[in-house]
């Protein structure tokens, strides 16, 4: 069995992980006010009066039990429960890393970094284009991590020789 070479600590510093990064700009709007609330009154009508088929039981019955119409397996939810739903929901999500040096918060205008995610394929030099193999994920891993710039990892090339 091999073994692996030992890391070297590289001194960056007194701090070697950025803080928080956040967006120093304003947020762009890509539809004005009223088509934004045009949208969301939409939404809220689809769910009122179409509803959603719902296949997994226990799932129907917590929409009933959290007030929702129920007819078999359609649901209909009312815009109480959704505006509800929404007042509840947390302004900052905690994301903890296995260092609490790196945590770092998901909030407004925070910038978090990720790899693309959920790739059926993956390509290289070597074979070019296929579907995603069990090493391909593990490469594309040890590429996420070894860098300092990304906060959240994702399944890369999905192994579907497994």
Do not use: W
Not at 46 to 63: C, F, R, S, T
Not at 85 to 112: C, D, V, W, Y
Request: hydrophobic fraction near 40%; proline fraction near 9%; include cysteine.
């Amino acid at each position: 069995m091999a073994r692996r070479a030992k890391r070297t600590n590289i001194s960056r510093g007194p701090n070697p992980y950025p803080a928080q990064l956040s967006h120093p700009f304003a947020p762009q709007s890509l539809f004005s006010d009223d088509a934004i609330n045009a949208i969301h009154n939409m939404a809220l009508k689809v769910l009122e009066e179409l509803g959603m088929k719902i296949l997994l039981d226990e799932a129907v019955e917590m929409y009933q039990a959290a007030g929702a119409s129920v007819d078999g397996d359609m649901v209909k939810i009312g815009r109480d429960i959704v505006t509800a739903a929404l007042a509840s929901a947390p302004r900052e999500i905690p994301l903890f890393a296995p260092n609490p040096a790196r945590n770092q918060t998901l909030k407004h205008g925070a910038m978090l970094f990720g790899p693309g995610a959920g790739c059926p394929n993956a390509t290289d030099r070597i074979e070019d284009r296929r579907p995603g193999r069990l090493v391909d994920f593990d490469n594309a891993l040890r590429l996420q991590q070894s860098t300092d710039v990304i906060h959240l990892l994702g399944p890369s090339a999905e192994p579907q020789d497994v």
